[in-house]
């Protein structure tokens, strides 16, 4: 009598930043992943991306993302096998790196971005020279043209460190993307949500993109269940 011996589950290798709002990110895939493929295992391969380095460093990115490059240079060399970005933080031209290619994009998110201030003033009513934290060229052009007499303050980083930045008194507000303070529990934080006429989001705002190796055609149909039609519409404009 011939035993039947259960097919080899595949290990996926899921590159993350250490930042919480990567950490989050790459779960919410992890469980999706597990609720479609019970013979799926995931790891997490941890790496570091210049952004989460010194602003000198992301200067000299150009078209490089400085959250995507690294990670995107560890799935082409085989050190991962999947990568999940923040659609707007993937630059460059081509939008798809060779040799890669993004398999699915889940259910969009707020695209909205939003003003934390700790007294819990709306954008309107921040008096004159109040220290606003962004280096987003997006939204500086908007608030110089907007309110001209906020001073606007370059700070980088990811949202925790800025977050941490406002609580030292570097600066006296800030503006996040709202998803983004939604992913890292942070959302209470929020003194008012910008509809996108006082600010307009970026392409490819509150979308995820799972981005892996083009001859990984198996991972590639794993992935696709998890991708949502209306958002792929989108963000294929």
Known sequence: M?????PPRRTIRIGARASAMSLVQVARVRADLAALHADLDTELVFLVAAGDRGPGEQAELHDRGAFTGDIEEALLSGVCDLAVHCMKDVSGDPLVTPGTVFAAYP?????????????????DHLPPATRVGT???RRVAQLTRSHPHLELVPIRGTANLRLAALDAGKVDALVLAASGLAR?????RISEVLTVEQMCPPLGAAVLGLQCRE?????INLLAPLGDRATTREIAK
Not at 215 to 219: A, M, Q, R
Request: glycine letters at 8%; hydrophobic letters at 35%; aromatic letters at 0%.
């Open 215 to 219: 001859d990984d055609t198996d991972l």
């Open 135 to 137: 280096s987003a060229v």
């Open 107 to 123: 259910e969009r998110a707020d695209i909205r971005d939003a003003l934390i201030h700790p007294g819990g003033l709306t954008l």
């Open 184 to 188: 890292i529990g942070e959302e209470h």
């Open 2 to 6: 011939e035993i039947e011996c259960p």
